[in-house]
Nanobody
Framework: QVQLVESGGGLVQAGGSLRLSCAAS????????MGWYRQAPGNQRELVAA???????NYADSVKDRFTISRAYAKNTVYLQMNSLKPEDTAVYYC?????????WGQGTQVTVSS
């Protein structure tokens, strides 16, 4: 079992940046993939970005060229660098990890982008 704890959310103006962190309770080296989801009120949870153990990344079209997912094995941490934020990026952001499925979830961190 792995516990995931997100941090770094907050209120930012449009065009600003935030970096989210996801700290795992144990090594993430053996976790096949880690990712970030988000859910806005009234919307389904959507995958924003993911990274595999091999370093392959994928992004939702809506965040490509603005968001970057990365990881630091030594810190058991995954990051989401978010630049050029837009009001439509407002949501609760969740960290997730797992093998073929998403087995582990964090509690989420709120990101609010004001116009």
């Amino acid at each position: 079992q792995v516990q995931l704890v997100e941090s770094g959310g907050g209120l930012v103006q449009a065009g600003g940046s935030l970096r989210l962190s996801c700290a795992a309770s144990r090594s993430i080296f053996s976790i096949n993939r880690m990712g970030w989801y988000r859910q806005a009120p009234g919307n389904q949870r959507e995958l924003v970005a993911a990274i595999t153990s091999g370093g392959r990344t994928n992004y939702a079209d809506s965040v490509k060229d603005r968001f970057t997912i990365s990881r630091a094995y030594a810190k058991n941490t995954v990051y989401l660098q978010m630049n050029s934020l837009k009001p439509e990026d407002t949501a609760v952001y969740y960290c997730a990890g797992g093998g073929t499925g998403w087995d582990y979830w964090g509690q989420g961190t709120q990101v609010t982008v004001s116009s």
